[in-house]
């Protein structure tokens, strides 16, 4: 069965024999004469970094990220109990206001937890505000069935505002941001096998 193609050891830390290395280790580069490199790329998921205990900024973002689908689930749940009355009343220069209700402490915080995932895993950002205001979308649809061109504009009108805002709370750190990395180049020599 499964015990005999697993091989146990019996020690309570991974050895050498067992498959975690070599599942980070999948993708192959090939140099400019189409050769295979010996250095392979290391491919890391979650598991992986979780069993090296690597700090990366996939895993650093984790608890942000569970705090934006949290809010994500608030922002769809919520749509049932907020009147449209009051949310009509909302004025008409203040289309945040119309989207939540005029509650300007709850948009500082998705604003704020938007642009933490950001900070922390660039290509998360876009990913989450997107799950938030589809969360927002269905959760108006699903409460009140809105026209769908007013829907969406309250869609687009939340997006961007808390695109503006996850990008002017983190300011500082987009205004000084430099990458290590710029422009493409082809992969000619793998750094760390250099003689020394």
Not at 98 to 109: A, E, H, I, P, Q
Not at 151 to 164: D, E, N, V, W, Y
Not at 185 to 191: A, N
């Amino acid at each position: 069965g499964l015990v005999e193609t697993g091989r146990v050891t019996g020690y309570w830390y991974p050895g050498h024999d067992w498959w975690w290395w070599r599942a980070s280790r999948v993708l192959r580069d090939r140099d400019l004469m189409g050769q295979p490199v010996p250095v392979g790329p290391i491919d890391e998921f979650p598991f992986f970094s979780f069993l090296l205990g690597d700090n990366h900024p996939h895993v650093l973002a984790l608890p942000f990220v569970l705090v934006a689908l949290a809010l994500a689930l608030n922002l769809l749940r919520r749509q049932r109990v907020v009147s449209a009355e009051r949310k009509d009343r909302a004025p008409w220069w203040n289309p945040i206001a119309r989207c939540l209700d005029g509650d300007w402490s709850l948009f500082v915080l998705y604003a704020l937890i938007l642009g933490a995932v950001g900070f922390l895993n660039t290509w998360d950002f876009p990913i989450y505000l997107g799950v938030m205001v589809l969360s927002y979308g269905v959760g108006c649809y699903v409460a009140r069935g809105h026209k769908s061109g007013d829907l969406i504009r309250r869609m687009a009108t939340l997006g961007a505002g808390l695109l503006l805002g996850g990008v002017f709370f983190y300011l500082p750190f987009y205004v000084s941001f430099t990458s290590q990395a710029g422009g493409v180049l082809p992969y000619l020599l793998p750094p760390t096998r250099l003689p020394r």
